[in-house]
T-cell receptor, first 112, second 112 residues
Framework: DAGITQSPRHKVTETGTPVTLRCHQT?????MYWYRQDPGHGLRLIHY???????DKGEVSDGYSVSRSKTEDFLLTLESATSSQTSVYFC???????????FGPGTRLTVT | DAKTTQPPSMDCAEGRAANLPCNHS???????VYWYRQIHSQGPQYIIH???NNETNEMASLIITEDRKSSTLILPHATLRDTAVYYC?????????????FGQGTRLTINP
């Protein structure tokens, strides 16, 4: 299995509070991605990174920001969590943009 | 990216070959066929991908028709641990192909 960890694995937070999810990889892959998975919507891309300090938006980026200060870490921040952001969040990595992506175990976030 | 069509569910007996079909009649010349699976509550797992030739790895075989409008994922000796949702994804190669678009997939149940 690809060396990808996500933390925390589970989190419950209140509406309006900031939340940061962390993705850590040991594969030295250039690309990292954040997806969310909701019933009826499948997986949707939030943001991705193509290198240190290089990020871009995906299809559902509103309300989320990301940062990548090191190759191995990609952080997803919800500046002010809302109930609509209750979801399972998956991080993925790939060597190149067109290569296969490997996914982490996921973080289940509940916003009350 | 081309759209794919998969049956919503399939059953297979343990030890038998599981053959999962996928229709992608609008696929274009530079698009690859990828297969992922997602076991309950886990992150999606990459299985295999191909362009036009049949492919085999330690997990599965991928058979792509000559006109590339459909493909079949074959799990040669299915086990109970192969019970999962299987996703067929068509995706362009080359730079800029960041996003994986997951449809509804096929829920495969392996029966003892």
């Amino acid at each position: 299995d690809a060396g990808i960890t996500q933390s925390p694995r589970h989190k419950v937070t209140e509406t309006g509070t900031p939340v940061t999810l962390r993705c850590h990889q040991t594969e030295n892959h250039r690309y990292m991605y954040w997806y969310r998975q909701d019933p009826g919507h499948g997986l949707r891309l939030i943001h991705y990174s193509y290198g240190v300090k290089d990020t871009d938006k995906g299809e559902v980026s509103d309300g989320y920001s990301v940062s990548r200060s090191k190759t191995e870490d990609f952080l997803l921040t919800l500046e002010s969590a809302t109930s609509s952001q209750t979801s399972v969040y998956f991080c993925a990595i790939s060597e190149a943009s067109s290569y296969e992506q490997y996914f982490g175990p996921g973080t289940r976030l509940t916003v009350t | 990216d081309a759209k794919t069509t998969q049956p919503p569910s399939m059953d297979c007996a343990e030890g038998r070959a599981a053959n999962l079909p996928c229709n992608h009649s609008t696929i274009s010349g530079n698009e690859y066929v990828y297969w992922y699976r997602q076991i309950h509550s886990q992150g999606p797992q990459y299985i295999i991908h191909g362009l036009k030739n049949n492919e085999t790895n330690e997990m599965a075989s991928l058979i792509i028709t000559e006109d590339r409008k459909s493909s079949t994922l074959i799990l040669p000796h299915a086990t109970l641990r192969d019970t999962a949702v299987y996703y067929c994804i068509v995706r362009a190669g080359g730079a800029g192909a960041q996003k994986l678009v997951f449809g509804q997939g096929t829920r495969l149940t392996i029966n003892p």
